[in-house]
């Protein structure tokens, strides 16, 4: 146990600090691609919801595409498509070198694709739950379509989502660790280069699920926080 | 399965060589959790305080890290160990595909058995006090009563859970296991196309729709009083639970 301790100490000795900046990587990645997600996911849903014959099947052919592939096969995609993307444009102005994507560029932008594809269908269903009489109202109250947007919709859509955002959030938090096989060194990168070279990956590997667990422990309970605080409103039974 | 040396030359033969394997861990790792999380569930609901306080941080430790540290825990992580290496199990345990089976297990068990418990929690009370009143014993409780309602309940969810799993055995590759996503990467890097990862996807795809209509088709047949004579197989339900 106390060799184990060692293994994890603070500085040269021990691996202990390079396993925290991991997670603030993870963390890093995770937030990223959580706003990203939501950005999409805002926009999904309002292709979705669209009322213009044939736009929702656009949103449909997303959701369905991203949430029946392995999350592990879209970030290849993405990581090795990016880089033969950018090599093709690279080859216009003259340039024909190889180009790699960047882990961190590949990662943000993979799993907003996917956070985005589960926060389509969890803003969607937040606007459907806004009732539609009060659109209504506010339009004979005289309101802008903006001001309807960001006084009556914003408000209520954001409480109806909360609880399954903080799902996507979880799952894109775990779905960082993917962007490990890509090169990006977060949790898991820094759990297996340690791991071999002092050859006790158990150490490290638990280090890293507990790193996990604290990180997921702690946005639960920012969740649940804010959860409160968008029903602050609320009347409860 | 595949040799450097009878390489097809067509890439949708190439990543079909991995489809046993994507099917074979899915399919063993659903079975057995599905099993297991039948018992967790009931665990989670026993009156009996440990149990309940274990079950639940079964739960809690595999839905809250991912699933790549679970499954690197077991095939890099357990080796670590002079007693793991000297045991009966080592044999296993150095196996790529063991340690994804259990890995996959021991993931999908945790997930299930909250869908189960909320089947079991659906199951009104006063059918339960119905039951008892008809004098029969615990087992023929369950039997009869309670666990065929809770299964119809439980089903839709289970039915997200499953294509989580087939998605899930694609980390099977980052431990050298040659299913499809890795053949398909390994095919990407060699010929610097991404044609192979698309077919990959297309693969899934496949397995995730036919696994869907299995459930829908399972779900139709299970609920013959929700359902009128003419209808024919519900629409899908467009809203999984994110996991």
Redesign the interface.
């Known amino acids: 146990m106390s060799e184990a301790l060692a293994l994890l100490a603070w500085g040269d000795g021990g691996w202990g600090d390079e396993m925290v900046f991991g997670a603030f990587v993870t963390l890093q990645v995770a937030t990223l691609a959580f706003v990203l997600g939501i950005v999409f996911g805002a926009g999904g849903a309002a292709i979705k919801l669209s009322k213009v014959p044939g736009v929702p099947l656009i949103g449909d052919l997303y959701t369905t595409?991203i949430?029946?592939?392995?999350?592990?096969?879209t970030i290849?995609?993405i990581f090795?498509?990016g880089g033969?993307a950018a090599m093709a444009v690279a080859r216009v102005f003259g340039y024909t070198g190889y180009i790699e994507s960047d882990p961190l560029t590949t990662g943000v932008i993979a799993l907003g694709i996917i956070s985005g594809a589960?926060s389509t269908?969890?803003i969607r269903?937040a606007v459907l739950a806004v009732p539609k009489g009060q659109i209504e109202a506010a339009k004979a109250a005289g309101m802008s379509t903006l001001t309807r947007f960001h006084r009556i919709l914003i408000p209520q859509v954001a409480r109806y989502a909360l609880p399954?955002l903080g799902?996507?959030w979880?799952?894109t938090l775990?779905?960082?660790?993917?962007i490990?096989?890509v090169g990006l060194v977060e949790i898991?990168r820094q759990?297996?280069v340690a791991?071999g070279s002092t050859?006790?990956?158990?150490?490290f590997?638990?280090t890293?699920?507990v790193l996990?667990?604290a990180l997921?422990?702690l946005s639960n309970k920012v969740f649940d926080k804010a959860e409160i605080w968008a029903n602050r409103g609320v009347r409860r039974v | 399965m595949i040799t450097l040396f009878d390489k097809p030359d067509n890439v949708w033969e190439l990543i079909a060589n991995g489809l046993p394997w994507t099917l074979t861990l899915a399919a063993s790792s659903l079975a057995i959790g599905f099993v297991l999380a039948v018992g967790l569930a009931l665990l989670r609901l026993s009156p009996i305080t440990p149990l309940r306080w274990a079950a639940w941080s079964y739960v809690y430790f595999f839905r809250s890290t991912p699933l790549l540290v679970q499954i690197f825990l077991i095939y890099y992580g357990l080796g670590q160990f002079e007693a793991v290496q000297k045991s009966v199990f080592w044999p296993l345990l150095r196996e790529a595909h063991w340690c994804a089976i259990l890995a996959l297990t021991l993931n999908t068990t945790a997930y299930t058995s909250e869908i189960i418990r909320g089947g079991l929690q659906a199951v009104p009370w006063g059918q339960v006090e119905a039951a008892k009143a008809c004098g029969m014993s615990v087992l023929m409780r369950f039997r009869r009563v309670v666990f065929p309602q809770a299964i119809r309940q439980a089903l839709p969810g289970y039915g997200n859970e499953i294509v989580l799993m087939v998605k899930s055995t694609s980390l099977a590759s980052t431990i050298t296991l040659l299913e499809m996503t890795l053949i398909a990467r390994k095919e990407t890097s060699a010929t610097f196309t991404i044609e192979p990862l698309f077919v990959a996807a297309v693969f899934y795809l496949a397995i995730n729709f036919l696994a869907t209509r299995g459930v829908m088709a399972l779900e139709y047949k299970l609920s013959p009083d929700l359902r009128d004579a003419k209808r024919s197989l519900p629409l899908p339900d467009q809203e999984p639970v994110a996991r």
């Open positions: 595409l949430r029946g592939v392995p999350d592990l096969i290849y995609i090795f498509g033969q589960y269908e969890v269903g399954g799902n996507v979880q799952l775990k779905d960082t660790s993917l490990s096989v898991m759990a297996f791991s050859k006790e990956p158990f150490t590997f638990v890293a699920a996990y667990l997921t422990s």
